[in-house]
């Protein structure tokens, strides 16, 4: 399939800078002003030192002996020097305008660029399939979509127009240079070859610890948010200290990374510093000698300083604009890294029909990626309007299950088939198929926006009626309206200023509130006490041609239900209904006795053996 864009790291730059070539090409174009006006004051003071206060003949192209001509010869500047100082005056304030024109063209284009990179890698990223997400660790992406980004936003800002800058400074350095004197030319640049070997192969050194760096600062990033968010995880277990050790080791290897990439930075810088100074030494050597020897006159050995000067701090900073090219060509590969991933793609002919919630699975098997299958010869049915409850250890298939049923994964051919309404649910487009299935998990995620925000999340558009009939029958209507502000009440980061028993019951009205032909509680009611639970079960049993699953590990929570499905080790074990599968004996029927404390003539052997096979609801595995 075709990715947002084709081609290596140095092509993801070219393509994310399209719109704004031509912005780049006037760019260019300030850039060579800003040099040309910079180059012409040397040779506006070379002739004013040696034909306007000296008496040497004007040594200049056709055009200056015009310009000259046409202000009365130099006999007429002798007279006004002034005039001179008035051309070097404009042409340094052409050079500054230019430079104004070059600045501002090249911060539009990096601004540009880092919004196109962002807008474009968040909503790739929106398209990227559910395991992708698994697989990553958090941190490390807003890493990726922050920091790298800026990197490259810096070194177009920056280290391009340096290097735009330099291409044209050593070229019409070395044209000017060689017009006046090949000797003094040849001895300007003995060092130059020099400075350039030693930049590439700094070049390469250091872009190994730029990634380094980079990588660390990711999983430092990661740590970091998997910390803030897990904070009461942390604090109930007392695990600060040991927080704070690991955070420590991270933050160490930064370090430690970066005070290597600091030596060399000091080893090049140092040694550029020695080269630029034996240049300068060479030149002026040179120059004094040919000077005293009178082949080389005051103002063209002045020139040529000036020259040299300009052109040997901008190539001894090649090395920097390499090291800057580095970190940059590490980042666009971590951002290329997101963009080459698959994301999920509907084909065109992907159907969008109105679902009732006729859902069929058929001898389904699945497993993630090279792993035993987790689900085995899977096969039930459920209507519109009926309820099936699921009820299995941890690790038997579950969550997977309904994941499958939202294509959160993919069934490959031969896995079996599942259908809604008799149409296989690989030929539905996700997001339509997604709009038509509920999903409410045991720990919800809710957005530091108000309640009436988090609820009608699916229907932006749906009035204050609406919304508290869903929250009445999560048994949260009251609880809201007891808030200061009530539906306006904002919830903090990931619903931690309210209960984890509201944050549930918020959760369950937002899934309502969509309205879904089919729903899923995803041991949701497991935060809520059993009273709770049983009036939320009691006012769903109220909705009407929905077909609702509910995964827990209470009884008292499934019991109800038209059919139980009961997993083990990933097969199913037994379906029916809860007096069917009383009768019938089996992991149903040992659970209800645990459950209900009748039990009395199992052994504590016996009871051990079933504890063994169950789960008490508390570390459910959300991936099976």
Avoid at 91 to 106: H, N, Q
Avoid at 135 to 156: E, L, M, N, P, Y
Avoid at 299 to 328: D, Q
Avoid at 435 to 450: D, M, N, T, V
Wanted: net charge neutral; charged share 20%.
């Amino acid at each position: 399939m075709k990715l947002p864009w084709e081609g290596g790291r140095i092509g993801l730059l070219i393509a994310a800078s399209e719109g704004r070539r031509l912005r780049f090409l006037f760019f260019t174009f300030a850039t060579l002003g800003t040099i040309l006006f910079l180059f012409l004051n040397p040779q506006i003071i070379r002739m004013t030192i040696d034909s306007v206060i000296g008496d040497l003949p004007l040594v200049a192209p056709p055009f200056v002996h015009s310009i000259v001509k046409a202000l009365g010869g130099l006999e007429f500047l002798k007279q006004n020097i002034w005039i001179c100082a008035i051309f070097s005056l404009f042409s340094a304030l052409l050079s500054a305008l230019c430079t104004v024109a070059r600045r501002y063209t090249i911060i539009e284009i990096a601004e540009t660029v880092t919004w196109k990179l962002r807008n474009t890698l968040y909503g790739y990223i929106q398209k990227l399939p559910y395991d992708w997400h698994v697989s990553c660790q958090t941190g490390d992406i807003i890493q990726r979509c922050t920091s790298d980004v800026d990197h490259i936003r810096s070194f177009i800002q920056n280290q391009l127009l340096d290097l735009v800058r330099i291409f044209f400074i050593v070229s019409i350095a070395l044209f000017m240079m060689f017009s006046m004197d090949v000797f003094m030319t040849l001895m300007s640049l003995i060092v130059i070859p020099i400075i350039v070997v030693f930049s590439i192969v700094y070049f390469r050194k250091v872009s190994k610890e730029f990634t380094k760096a980079d990588e660390a600062e990711g999983d430092l990033q990661a740590a970091s948010q998997e910390n803030y968010t897990g904070v009461r995880v942390v604090r109930a277990f007392g695990r600060e200290s040991f927080e704070m050790d690991k955070f420590s080791k991270k933050t160490k290897l930064y370090q430690d990374i970066w005070v290597r990439i600091g030596k060399m930075l000091g080893l090049f810088w140092g040694a550029g510093d020695m080269f630029v100074g034996l240049q300068l030494a060479i030149i002026i050597g040179a120059g004094v000698w040919r000077s005293v020897n009178g082949n080389l006159s005051p103002g063209t050995f002045i020139a040529f300083y000036t020259y040299s000067n300009l052109m040997i701090w901008p190539v001894r900073g090649l090395g920097r604009i390499l090291s800057e090219l580095s970190k940059t060509l590490v980042a666009s590969g971590r951002l290329k890294d997101i963009l080459s991933a698959i994301p999920e793609t509907d084909p065109p002919d992907a159907l969008t029909p109105h679902l009732k919630g006729e859902v069929s699975f058929d001898r389904v098997s699945f497993g993630y990626k090279d792993s035993e299958p987790i689900l085995r010869d899977i096969s039930f049915s459920l209507s519109p309007g009926e309820s099936l409850a699921i009820l299995g250890a941890t690790g038997s298939g579950k969550s997977s299950l309904v994941h499958l049923l939202g294509r959160l994964y993919e069934l490959k051919e031969g896995q079996g088939t599942i259908s809604i309404d008799g149409i296989d649910i690989r030929r539905i487009a996700r997001p339509h198929l997604r709009r038509s299935i509920g999903l409410c998990l045991q720990e919800p995620f809710l957005f530091s926006k108000s309640i009436r925000d988090n609820i009608a999340m699916s229907h932006p558009e749906m009035n204050l009626e609406e919304l508290k009939k869903a929250a009445a029958i999560a048994m949260i209507d009251d609880t809201i309206e007891g808030f200061a502000e009530g539906y306006d009440t904002v919830i903090g980061e990931r619903g931690v200023t309210i209960s984890g028993g509201q944050k549930q019951r918020v959760a369950i009205a937002r899934m309502l509130a969509g309205n879904a032909p089919i729903m899923i509680f995803d041991d949701s009611l497991s935060a809520v006490d059993t009273e709770t639970d049983a009036k939320i079960r009691s006012a769903l049993r109220g909705i009407k041609n929905t077909a609702v699953i509910i995964i827990s590990h209470r009884i008292s929570s499934l019991m109800q239900a038209d059919k139980i499905l009961v997993l083990k080790n990933g097969t199913v074990e037994d379906i029916g209904s809860h007096e069917e599968l009383l009768e019938r004996g089996g992991s149903y029927r040992r659970i209800f006795d645990l459950q209900r404390g009748l039990a009395d003539g199992l052994t504590n052997g016996d009871i051990n053996g079933i504890a063994d096979g169950i789960t008490d609801g508390v570390t459910e595995d959300y991936n099976g």
